[in-house]
């Protein structure tokens, strides 16, 4: 059976499609792995040198219309498929809350046609939109874990805690077999105290809520972040060996612990 693991939080540019993408680069080493990209922004197909804009079908078109997932999946890289988003996912929620009459379950629109790849893949690492919302939601519901990214920032902890609560909310009353699979600290700066301090204070946090958070912390590194943009591909898949790629390599070893 596939793992199916959101990378979530109500946070924007605290390395969600970062993390997916350069998992994804990793565990296609000797796995196959479905990266479901639900956030308009298509960054994920962008991190493997792909328009969001080319496809001419996509998730919008699965969970909207029904279609069948596997008509929207295309190959990104040697065991890397994805299921890609676009501009049409901005329109998702108006669509579906214009028209409730049609969608009874408006949180189980990816759950019917999840089944139909299901089986095709050792992992779905699912890439989320910054807000919690409609698509949110659908995502949560077919997900068997949650990864979520922190950034330690002088608000963050406050965040993180209601994020955490989200979820659990969530799991209660759509999906109680999800798990959080773990907090990782995200664009860390050891040099800098606060930095510190706050991965402390989270760390002590999340011991006491009996949640993981990852010893692998994903450092600032805009050197090599910006691979990406050169490259068409993630860090793990091009970068031979720097502290970056390290980092993604560490978490993935905490992950199949
Ligand atoms: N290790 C890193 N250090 C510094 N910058 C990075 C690092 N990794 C990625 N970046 C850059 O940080 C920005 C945000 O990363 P990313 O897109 O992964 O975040 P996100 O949470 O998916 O954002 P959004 O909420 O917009 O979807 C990007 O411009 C990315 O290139
Ligand atoms: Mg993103």
Redesign the pocket.
């Known amino acids: 059976m596939s793992r199916i693991i959101a990378i979530s939080t109500n946070k924007?540019?605290?390395?969600?499609?970062?993390i997916t993408t350069n998992l994804a680069g990793i565990l296609s080493k000797d796995s196959k792995v479905l990266i479901i990209d639900s956030?308009n922004?298509g960054?994920a197909s962008l991190s493997f040198g792909l328009q969001p804009d080319d496809f001419e079908l996509s998730l919008y078109n699965v969970m909207v219309d029904g279609m069948n997932a596997k008509k929207a999946i295309v190959k990104a890289y040697e065991n890397v498929d994805i299921l890609p988003s676009n501009d049409d996912m901005s329109f998702l929620e108006f669509d579906i809350l214009t028209n409730m009459h049609e969608y009874k379950k408006p949180f189980s629109l990816l759950k019917s046609k999840i089944k139909d790849i299901e089986s095709d893949y050792d992992y779905i690492l699912i890439?989320t939109?910054?807000n919690l919302g409609l698509t949110q939601g659908n995502v949560l519901s077919v997900s068997h874990e949650v990864l979520i990214?922190f950034q330690p920032e002088s608000y963050s902890m406050r965040s993180l805690v209601k994020m955490l609560n989200a979820v659990k909310n969530f799991k209660e009353d759509h999906n109680p077999s999800m798990e959080v699979l773990g907090v990782v600290a995200t664009?860390v700066d050891r040099r800098t105290v606060l930095h510190d301090e706050i991965v402390q204070e989270c760390r002590k946090y999340c011991y006491e809520k009996g949640i993981k958070m990852f010893y692998a912390e994903?450092?600032?590194?805009?050197r090599?972040?910006?691979s990406?943009a050169y490259e068409g591909l993630p860090a793990t898949l091009t970068a031979k060996n720097n502290d970056?790629v390290k980092a993604y390599h560490d978490l993935k070893g905490e992950i199949l612990q």
């Open positions: 924007g540019g605290v390395l969600k499609t970062s956030d922004q960054n890439d939109p910054p990214p664009l994903i450092p600032k590194a805009i090599y972040a910006s990406v970056l």
